[in-house]
């Protein structure tokens, strides 16, 4: 995983805005995992809410509408299904289930495929966490837009909830982006990550060419910058899915929407594994996560070999560990992101016109 970091002003010197850093493969040591209490520089007691540390699996499945009501649904798709995701859900952390390309564009899932699906979802939940338990009873969001072919389980005790999706301003309707807002319990803050999920079809049909996926990507960038302030509490804005974006193409909008930085402290992509992470030939552009985060957030890579149902994309697990100091019942990272929009930033921002002069930094010459 790579990992772009806010340099301070001394640092930035002929080099750019962002940094690049490895992360590591544990957690800083000194964490602590339970609640502690510290005087701040006014005098004031904090209380540190627990770490909140959780994961989300992602995964394209390929599949056409008419799959899931076939021939082959009950002796073949069904059990790959549900081996697949009974071996995701037991991976450290994990919460939920997130699937693009669950029907298509021209062959979309029916409300009897996705009867179907929903029944494999719940199998393999009630498997991993217990049939009949809270955890085991999953919350299943369908998108709420006609082309959209995502779908999202969650653990029942997790706190979701589907927002309205967005689309590509000047691009077909079809291309839309789905949005889950996740709420961590109050033991750790109230925390919020936003979810982003979608698929980018790119064929001689879809052309999708790189004009169009660089719009697409500064409008994703965009949008989790206007989610900030519009939901408080914001931790971290995740996109997965299969958007069909290269590495580049991110890289390049995350230079060139400037603004970021008043927003998110680091970016990091996020791959199924570290050794596709430094190898380009091996990197597919729908298989990359990016990761939009504060300073409380950290994006943590952890390899996953899950075998896909489709075969030419991988499933990725994107894990985050994140606590926030609570004071006057308003976590500090709220007061933080307040300071931004009502005063002067409390960054430096004095070198956001130097981010184009250090296009070299994130143009992939460090990435691998």
Not at 266 to 286: L, R
């Amino acid at each position: 995983m790579v990992i772009w970091e806010k340099r301070s002003r001394t640092a930035v010197s002929g080099h750019g805005y962002w940094s690049e850093r490895k992360s590591s493969s544990s957690l800083q040591e000194g964490i602590h995992s339970g609640a502690t209490e510290h005087m701040n520089t006014s005098g004031a007691t904090e209380h540190r809410a627990e770490r909140w540390q959780a994961a989300l699996a992602s995964a394209n499945l390929g599949m056409a509408g008419k799959a899931f009501t076939g021939s082959k649904w009950e002796n073949k798709h069904k059990p790959q299904l549900i081996r697949q995701f009974v071996e995701l859900l037991s991976m450290p952390y994990v919460q939920s289930l997130n699937f693009c390309e669950i029907g298509n564009i021209d062959d979309p899932i029916t409300d009897s495929g996705k009867k179907s699906f929903e029944e494999v979802l719940w199998e393999a939940f009630s498997s991993v966490f217990g049939k009949g338990t809270t955890k085991g009873t999953p919350q299943i969001i369908w998108p709420e837009t006609e082309h959209s072919t995502t779908c999202a389980a969650w653990r029942g005790d997790v706190r979701v909830e589907r927002l309205t999706s967005f689309k590509i301003p000047m691009l077909p309707a079809f291309r839309t982006v789905e949005r889950t807002l996740l709420t961590s319990a109050a033991e750790h803050g109230n925390q919020k990550l936003m979810v982003y999920n979608t698929h980018q079809p790119a064929s001689a049909k879809r052309p999708f060419p790189p004009t169009s996926r660089l719009k697409c990507a500064n409008e994703i960038i965009h949008t989790s910058i206007r989610d900030m302030p519009d939901v408080e509490g914001i931790v971290a804005v995740i996109c997965i899915g299969d958007p069909n974006l290269s590495r580049s193409i991110w890289q390049t909008a995350l230079v060139e929407v400037r603004i970021l930085t008043l927003h998110f402290a680091k970016a990091s992509f996020v791959f199924a594994t570290q050794e596709i992470a430094k190898d380009a030939i091996k990197t597919k552009p729908g298989d990359i996560a990016l990761a939009l985060t504060n300073d409380s957030c950290d994006i943590r890579q952890t390899d996953c070999f899950v075998e896909n149902r489709e075969a030419q994309h991988d499933c990725l697990i994107v894990e985050w560990s994140s606590s926030v100091s609570i004071h006057d019942g308003t976590p500090s990272h709220v007061k933080h992101m307040k300071g931004a929009s009502e005063h002067e930033s409390p960054w430096d921002t004095s070198n956001c016109t130097r981010v184009n002069s250090g296009i070299e930094a994130i143009s992939g010459k460090g990435c691998e």
